[in-house]
Nanobody, 124 residues
Framework: QLQASGGGLVQAGGSLRLSCAPSGPGRIFSSHIVGWFRQAPGKEREFVAGVRWGRHSTYYSDSAKGRFTISKDGAKNTVDLQMNSLKPEDTAVYFC?????????????????WGQGTLVTVSS
């Protein structure tokens, strides 16, 4: 199980930093790929960004590229998503997920472990 945090209400153009950590003491990310997804009301869950835990290679959706940065912190055992230049269309519940083995995958079905989600609301 994963735990996502850091969501909130922000004005368009602002920034938020989301954090994802395994729940439970002493647990570490064991999968190759950790990703962030989001789901807006009435829409399907979509991929945002992914990072290979072992090598810190990253990849992004077109909508996230240039504005969002995914990073891992081995000391804190977290995967963070720094979101800048936020737009109202970024409003969604953001989920972190792990368990994928193929770098570059954007399929939610490839990720076996999910967090509960954190709400990001961007006002215009």
């Amino acid at each position: 199980q994963l735990q996502a945090s850091g969501g909130g209400l922000v004005q368009a153009g602002g920034s938020l930093r989301l954090s994802c950590a395994p729940s439970g003491p002493g647990r570490i990310f064991s999968s190759h790929i950790v990703g962030w997804f989001r789901q807006a009301p009435g829409k399907e869950r979509e991929f945002v960004a992914g990072v290979r835990w072992g090598r810190h290679s990253t990849y992004y959706s077109d909508s996230a590229k240039g504005r969002f940065t995914i990073s891992k912190d081995g000391a804190k055992n977290t995967v963070d998503l720094q979101m800048n230049s936020l737009k109202p269309e970024d409003t969604a519940v953001y989920f972190c997920a792990s368990g994928a083995s193929q770098f570059g995958t954007t399929r939610a079905a490839d990720f076996g472990s999910w967090g509960q989600g954190t709400l990001v609301t961007v006002s215009s």
